[in-house]
Nanobody, 116 residues
Framework: QVQLVESGGGMVQPGGSLRVSCASS????????MGWYRRAPGKQLELVAT???????AYADSVKGRFTISRDNAKNTFYLQMNSLTPEDTAVYYC??????????WGQGTQVTVSS
């Protein structure tokens, strides 16, 4: 069983930046894909970004050019750097990992609030 623990959420003003982290209790080498989802108030869960073991990444159109997903293998941690934040980015952000075609484990979520 792997545990994922998110951190780094909080409140930021529009135009600001935040980096959320996802620390794995096990080696992230075991997973083919890492991902970040978010759920905004009253909205469905949205896939924000993915990072494959070969280094390939993909982003939702709504965050492309502003968010960056990355990993630190030595720390068994992956990140979501969020820049130029807008109130529309306000959501609970969840990290997840997959060793095959479906997501295996999820974090508990971290709140990101963008407000002036």
């Amino acid at each position: 069983q792997v545990q994922l623990v998110e951190s780094g959420g909080g409140m930021v003003q529009p135009g600001g930046s935040l980096r959320v982290s996802c620390a794995s209790s096990g080696s992230i080498f075991a997973f083919n894909t890492m991902g970040w989802y978010r759920r905004a108030p009253g909205k469905q869960l949205e896939l924000v970004a993915t990072l494959s073991s070969d280094g390939g990444s993909a982003y939702a159109d709504s965050v492309k050019g502003r968010f960056t997903i990355s990993r630190d293998n030595a720390k068994n941690t992956f990140y979501l750097q969020m820049n130029s934040l807008t109130p529309e980015d306000t959501a609970v952000y969840y990290c997840t990992v997959a060793s095959s075609a479906r997501w295996d484990y999820w974090g508990q979520g971290t709140q990101v609030t963008v407000s002036s």
